[in-house]
């Protein structure tokens, strides 16, 4: 089977400092989010690492050049 990328991991430490992998999978033309952490609380046969889906923050909407025309009022 041949193998093809599907995006990149960076390394990265938490605010706890904690090691976490975060980036991008495209998969079918959608991209994710992702962020991997090591499961610290393993037992059995649990999983090593937890993948989970980030959404990244949502850019702040500049309504200044409507409101000066006149064209929205924030009231």
């Known amino acids: 089977m041949e193998q093809k990328p599907i995006g990149g991991l960076w390394i990265s430490e938490s605010k706890n400092g904690?090691?976490?992998?975060?980036?991008n999978i495209e998969i079918n033309g959608k991209k994710e989010y992702i962020i991997i952490?090591?499961?610290n609380y393993k037992k059995d046969k649990q999983p090593?690492?937890?993948i989970y889906t980030q959404y990244p923050k949502?850019?702040?909407?500049?309504?200044?050049e409507e409101i000066m025309n006149g064209e929205s009022l924030p009231f």
Do not use: A, H, R, S
Not at 58 to 64: A, I, K, L, R, S
């Open 18 to 23: 904690n090691k976490l992998m975060k980036g």
């Open 37 to 39: 952490f090591k499961n």
């Open 58 to 64: 949502e850019q702040p909407v500049d309504v200044t």
């Open 48 to 50: 090593d690492y937890m």
